[in-house]
C-alpha cells in the first residue's frame, strides 16, 4: 500500500514538472483533457515545487534535455501556474480553481469533505455557525453542495444561502481558523488575498441542485431579506426549461452529446414547447421515434426526471464553458409525471 502510493507522488512529481518545462501554452492542451480533481492536485503541486535541477529533468525526459542546456533549474511560478490554467479552461472556469491551488493546503480541510457522501458531510458540519457552513460550501462542487443543503432543516438551508450570496469573499486567516476547527492539519502561509469565493452566481449554481421545493423555500426566504438579491439569484439560474432559450444549432448540439434513454427520462417532466424544440432539430425519423418512446415510457418519477435534467445541465454548461453553445436559470419532490 505504501509501495502504491509512494508511485503516485512520483508520478505527480514527473507530470507536474513536465507541465513546467513544456510552459504555458503546451501545458494548457494537457490539462484540457483532464478532469478538475487531476488539474487541482497538478496545479497545487506545481505551486508547492522546489526548484529541480537539470539532472532530474533530464532523467525524467531525455528526449528534452536539450532545452535546459543552460543547466538552469525549473520552477513554476504563480504567474505560470495562473497562465496555464486560464489558458486550459477559461476565465470563468479557472478563477475559482486558481484561487484554490495558490493558496495552498489553507482549504485542506474542507477538500477532505468531498470525498465523504453528503449526509455525511451534512452531519459533520450541520452544528457549525451557518457562516462557517457557507464558507464551507462555497469551497465545495455545486451539486454537492446542493445535496449537502437538502439534509438541513428547512431554517439552517434558508440562512445558509443568504450567507452565500452575500458572501463575497473568504480571508485566509478565517480558513485557517475553518480548517482547524475540523481538526485538519494546515501547512503554508496564508495569501494576501482573500479567496474569490461565494456570491450570487455561487448561491445560483448550488441552488440548481437542491431540487424545486427547498429552492422555493429558499428564495422566498431570501425574497424576504431582499427582494433586489433574490431577483439576482434568479437570473443567475439555469433550468432545464432554459434550454428553450438555446439556438437550434446550440440544441442540435446537445443532443449529440446526450444519451436518447437519458433525453426521453427527462423530456417526460418539461413543457410540450421544450419537446418540440428537442424534436424540431432531430431527423424526421428520430423525432418520431422518440415521441413514440415518449408516449410508451409510461409515468415516471419526478426525481429520475430530475437526475436526469441534471445530468444534460451539466453536459449543457460544460459545452457552454467549452464555447460550442451560448446559454440563453432554477435547480425535488418526488411525484409522478
Do not use: C
Not at 509501495?3 to 507541465?19: I, N, V, W
Not at 474569490?196 to 422555493?216: C, Q
Amino acid at each position: 500500500m505504501a509501495a502504491s502510493a509512494a508511485t503516485t507522488d512520483e508520478g505527480l512529481d514527473k507530470a507536474a514538472l513536465l507541465l513546467t518545462v513544456l510552459g504555458p501554452d503546451e501545458a494548457a492542451g494537457v490539462l484540457k483533457h483532464l478532469g478538475p480533481r487531476e488539474v487541482q492536485k497538478l496545479g497545487m503541486k506545481m505551486a508547492s515545487m522546489p526548484a529541480q535541477e537539470r539532472s532530474k529533468v533530464e532523467l525524467i525526459l531525455d528526449e528534452l534535455s536539450e532545452h535546459f542546456s543552460k543547466g538552469v533549474a525549473v520552477r513554476a511560478d504563480q504567474e505560470q501556474i495562473r497562465e496555464m490554467l486560464t489558458k486550459a479552461l477559461g476565465d470563468e472556469r479557472a478563477a475559482n480553481l486558481i484561487a484554490r491551488v495558490l493558496q495552498g493546503s489553507d482549504t485542506a480541510g474542507i477538500e477532505n469533505l468531498k470525498w465523504l457522501d453528503p449526509g455525511t458531510a451534512a452531519d459533520l458540519i450541520k452544528n457549525e455557525h451557518p457562516q462557517i457552513i457557507a464558507t464551507i460550501l462555497v469551497h465545495l462542487g455545486y451539486d454537492q453542495a446542493g445535496e449537502i443543503l437538502k439534509h438541513f432543516s428547512e431554517r439552517l438551508r434558508n440562512d445558509v444561502v443568504l450567507r452565500i450570496a452575500t458572501l463575497d469573499g473568504v480571508q485566509p486567516q478565517a480558513l485557517k481558523e475553518l480548517n482547524e476547527s475540523l481538526t485538519k492539519m494546515l501547512s503554508g502561509a496564508a495569501t494576501a488575498k482573500k479567496a474569490t469565493m461565494g456570491g450570487v452566481r455561487h448561491a445560483a449554481e448550488i441552488l440548481n441542485f437542491v431540487g424545486a421545493a427547498a429552492e422555493t423555500a429558499i428564495l422566498d426566504n431570501v425574497r424576504e431579506y431582499d427582494p433586489d438579491l433574490a431577483q439576482k439569484i434568479l437570473d443567475e439560474m439555469f433550468v432545464f426549461e432554459n434550454l428553450l432559450d438555446i439556438d437550434d444549432r446550440g440544441i442540435q448540439t446537445i443532443l449529440r452529446e446526450v444519451q436518447s434513454d437519458s433525453l426521453i427520462v427527462a423530456l417526460k417532466g418539461s413543457s410540450p414547447e421544450l419537446r418540440e424544440k428537442m424534436f424540431k432539430n432531430m431527423s424526421s425519423r428520430a423525432a418520431e421515434m422518440m415521441r413514440e418512446d415518449l408516449e410508451a415510457k409510461g409515468p415516471v418519477r419526478l426525481s429520475e426526471v430530475e437526475a436526469e435534467q441534471k445530468e444534460i445541465l451539466k453536459i449543457v454548461r460544460r459545452l457552454s464553458e467549452e464555447g460550442q453553445i451560448v446559454m440563453g436559470g432554477k435547480g425535488s419532490d418526488d411525484a409522478f409525471v
